[in-house]
Nanobody, 121 residues
Framework: QVQLVESGGGLVQPGGSLRLSCAASGSIISIGAMNWFRQAPGKQRELVATITSGGSTNYADSVKGRFTISRDNDKNTVYLQMNNLKPEDTAVYYC???????????????WGQGTQVTVSS
């Protein structure tokens, strides 16, 4: 059906940058809001950033001014540019999107498999 595939995670030193990508593929008619979540060990999954189909964005307070979410609708891809990374940004990052597929009447939530981001010296 639909797959969300993330890439771009890795190990980075504090103050460094990473760019995550998440590409959606399958029988897609339309994609609504696209989101990045993260989950650190022993903590609940939290919403990091959201971008609507029209391009409006919203961020968690902890990442405002450091992270930027964007999307390429032609490529069905969402990005997360992460600058000035801190050790507390260490987590598994997941993309999520509401997608309308062929044969369905409603948007359905889909999740990627997650990509590890580790910020450490």
């Amino acid at each position: 059906q639909v797959q969300l595939v993330e890439s771009g995670g890795g190990l980075v030193q504090p103050g460094g940058s990473l760019r995550l990508s998440c590409a959606a593929s399958g029988s897609i008619i339309s994609i609504g809001a696209m989101n990045w979540f993260r989950q650190a060990p022993g903590k609940q999954r939290e919403l990091v950033a959201t971008i609507t189909s029209g391009g409006s964005t919203n961020y968690a307070d902890s990442v405002k001014g450091r992270f930027t979410i964007s999307r390429d609708n032609d490529k069905n891809t969402v990005y997360l540019q992460m600058n000035n990374l801190k050790p507390e940004d260490t987590a598994v990052y997941y993309c999520n999107a509401g997608i309308l597929t062929i044969g369905k009447l409603r948007f359905t939530d889909y999740w990627g498999q997650g990509t590890q981001v580790t910020v450490s010296s």
